[in-house]
């Protein structure tokens, strides 16, 4: 599982000065923590980790020397600096229902007969940490040829232990068809040329 290594923060230390002297702020927050926990990381360590997670992720955060489970809840990212301000975590704890996002990754496109349009790139869900999911892969080309469309409930994630917050009735991707581009008037200028 990823690991990402965090020091406490001096609430008095401005985020601005911290971003300038190479680190990243962040939250540690839980339903059986007294209060919350004001955190860095150096920005080579966050952005490194943040390759690899999104929203939703599963993780551990090493904090005093010991490994504390968390929730990816945010990722604060300023697209004008093109770097990452935030991270923001919620500690799970065993039994506890949390709100978590699964990524959908879709393999193989170049294999697919058709155009292929992506319509979801995550599932919303709720579930106890010990039934949060991984990325959920779809091998496009393990679909039957005739698969022209897919949808969250075909995905039957509820069978792995969880509530499906995204409707089931949500379009993950389509495959269209290759057209015919001509159309009449087209073809009626190339015979009057």
Do not use: C, W
């Amino acid at each position: 599982m990823l690991t990402l290594k965090a020091e406490k923060r001096n609430p008095d230390e401005k985020a601005k000065k911290l971003r300038r002297d190479g680190f990243i702020t962040g939250v540690l927050y839980g339903k059986e923590m007294k209060e919350n926990i004001s955190l860095k990381f150096t920005e080579k360590d966050a952005s490194a980790f943040i390759k690899n997670a999104k929203e939703g992720t599963q993780a551990y955060l090493e904090l005093d020397g010991k490994n504390v489970d968390v929730l990816v809840k945010n990722i604060d990212f300023d697209p004008l600096t093109k770097k990452y301000m935030a991270l923001d975590f919620q500690a799970l704890v065993a039994g506890e229902i949390v709100s978590a996002t699964v990524p959908i990754v879709y393999v193989n496109e170049d294999k697919v007969q058709g155009i292929f349009e992506a319509e979801l790139s995550e599932v919303h869900y709720k579930a106890d940490p010990a039934h949060l999911l991984e990325p959920v892969e779809i091998d496009l080309a393990a679909l039957p040829q005739t698969t022209k469309t897919m949808y969250v409930k075909d995905l039957k994630l509820e069978e792995k232990g969880v509530h499906v917050t995204t409707s089931g009735e949500q379009q993950l991707f389509h495959i269209g068809e290759y057209g015919q581009e001509e159309t009449d008037e087209t073809e009626e200028t190339e015979e009057t040329k």
